[in-house]
């Protein structure tokens, strides 16, 4: 439960605090439950793609 608002919690902070690149990682253990039902599934696929893009957007070799 609020998965994706932790997430995008975490890159709005990145965002705002430049100064904190490559010295802070998030770090979450999830586990995927009722994967067959569309909802959670897509959940699932929301959840991917927001990782995808604070990777994408902030990532850097080492970190």
């Known amino acids: 439960k609020g998965i994706l608002h ?3 919690g975490f890159a709005q902070f990145l ?3 430049p100064e904190y690149h ?3 990682t998030l770090a979450m253990i999830v586990v995927p439950s ?3 039902v569309d909802i959670y599934a897509d959940l699932k696929t929301r ?3 927001t990782i ?3 990777n994408g957007k902030y990532s850097r070799l080492g970190w």
Do not use: M, P, Y
Request: hydrophobic share 20%; net charge negative.
């Open 52 to 54: 995808g893009e604070i």
């Open 22 to 24: 490559e010295k802070v």
């Open 6 to 8: 932790r997430l995008n």
């Open 15 to 17: 965002q705002n605090h």
């Open 47 to 49: 959840i991917d793609q």
């Open 34 to 36: 009722r994967d067959t």
